[in-house]
């Protein structure tokens, strides 16, 4: 969810955030680089992820991108199969592009 919604966060809670899921810091090494208490970061950590559940249950966006991303498979496999022989196909792939378009 941070990939999709880390920059609507403060500042602070971006660092905070990184620090511990990206750079595996503790909440002590965290609480010094940032100049808070280790309550300070732990607060600030819950919040965050509450705060990025809430985007993401409201704006949807990691599972239209899972939605886009399978379109996107589904078509390059039809594609990779397509010999010439199976004009049926070219339609799934137009009706898989067509949907994905609508998604966008």
Request: glycine letters at 4%; a negative charge; aromatic letters at 10%.
């Amino acid at each position: 969810m941070y990939d999709f919604y880390g920059e609507l966060l403060s500042e602070k809670q971006r660092i905070v955030v990184d620090c511990y899921y990206n750079d595996n810091f503790s909440l002590g090494e965290i609480a010094e680089k940032v100049n808070i208490s280790r309550q300070g970061v732990y607060d600030s950590l819950k919040r965050a992820e509450e705060l990025l559940r809430e985007y993401d249950s409201k704006l949807k966006l990691m599972e239209k991108y899972k939605v886009n991303k399978e379109l996107l498979k589904k078509a390059i496999e039809n594609l990779k199969h397509y010999d010439g022989n199976k004009p049926d196909i070219l339609d799934e792939v137009k009706e898989d592009l067509e949907q994905l378009l609508k998604q966008l």
